[in-house]
């Protein structure tokens, strides 16, 4: 437990460096999406950095452990994971967002090493989930599929769908983690469609629930390790964010969701996470 704890302790001091960059590639690009990336900032950190079997030498390992970003356009948050992991060179952030350049502003699983699935259009991914968790079931393969939600994406028809299907299909290597920062693009969840208890919706469908500190790494990580134990049902750790996390200003606001960093608000953001802002 020692160790773990020390793990941890790093992967947090990782999360503080990874919002640097994060503000740092974004107000470079002057596009992309500062809120959704923050919010799920340790979600991903724990997964590709301690969690997930997978090597970056080998992106294509059958047996590796896959992750979808059902939410696509919190991809600048997965290319720093893949960056720290070493599935791609640093040099590549600053072609974020061009055309042509292998960091789309939605993850492409044909052109960046360590994508597993494609994704932008929201409400796909546990689709693609399940039929990952189900052909690893049919040749015996014990790998685990993690798909990365929205609060705003689960108010999709598709998602249920999928979600009736994992359980009848008993996916128990299927792990959905919802991003719950209550936000989305245009207002809070409560304001655009809500969701009432979203635990309970996932119950009723069959699904084992979770619930944590989606910014809190002991907690996630224990988290992570129950849904591993299966059980015969597929498992979602709903994990409560706040959208923009780190930054003053951006936390819990949806004008945040996807608007370009100013100058002024590139130097506040920095302070705040004691980056230099050297532009
Ligand atoms: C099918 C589809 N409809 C609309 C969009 C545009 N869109 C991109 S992000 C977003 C809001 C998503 O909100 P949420 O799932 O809560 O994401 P987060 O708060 O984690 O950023 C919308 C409507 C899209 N990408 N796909
Ligand atoms: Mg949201």
Redesign the pocket.
């Known amino acids: 437990m020692a160790d773990k704890k020390i793990d941890i302790q790093k992967l947090a001091a990782l999360c503080g460096r990874m919002r640097i960059e994060l503000i740092d590639l974004l107000f470079h690009a002057q596009t992309g ?1 500062p ?2 990336s923050l ?2 900032c340790e979600i991903l950190t724990l997964l590709y950095q301690d969690v997930m079997h997978i090597d970056p030498a080998n992106p294509q390992m059958p047996g590796r452990d896959r992750l979808i970003l059902s ?4 991809a600048p948050m997965l290319y720093l994971n893949l960056v720290h992991k070493g599935f791609i060179p640093a040099e590549e952030l600053k072609n974020f967002r061009q055309i042509d350049s292998m960091l789309q502003g939605h993850p492409c699983q044909h052109k960046t090493p360590g994508v597993d699935a494609s994704a ?4 796909l991914g546990l689709s693609v989930g399940c039929g990952m968790a189900s052909a690893a079931k049919m040749r015996n393969q014990d790998y685990f599929v993690y798909v990365l ?6 108010q ?1 028809g598709s998602v249920w769908e999928a979600a009736m299907s994992a359980s009848k299909l008993k996916l128990d290597h299927l792990i959905a983690i919802l ?1 719950h ?1 209550h ?3 245009d207002g809070t ?1 409560d304001e655009i469609m809500p969701m009432g208890d979203i635990g309970a919706k996932f119950r009723a469908f069959g699904w084992r629930v979770l619930h944590c500190d989606g910014h809190n790494l002991q907690e996630l990580s224990e988290s992570i390790r129950q849904a591993q134990a299966g059980g015969g049902s597929p498992t979602v750790i709903i994990a409560e964010t706040v ?1 923009g996390k780190g930054v003053s200003f951006m936390e819990g606001k949806n004008i945040w ?2 608007s370009p960093i100013d100058p002024s608000h590139y130097q506040q953001a920095m302070a705040e996470l004691g980056g230099n802002g050297n532009g």
């Not at 939410?71 to 919190?74: F, M």
């Not at 932008?120 to 409400?123: A, E």
């Open positions: 999406h809120g959704g919010s799920c939410k696509g356009h919190a932008g259009p929201l409400g939600l929205g609060d705003g994406e689960i999709e991003d920062n936000v989305q693009l969840n959208k969701h996807g």
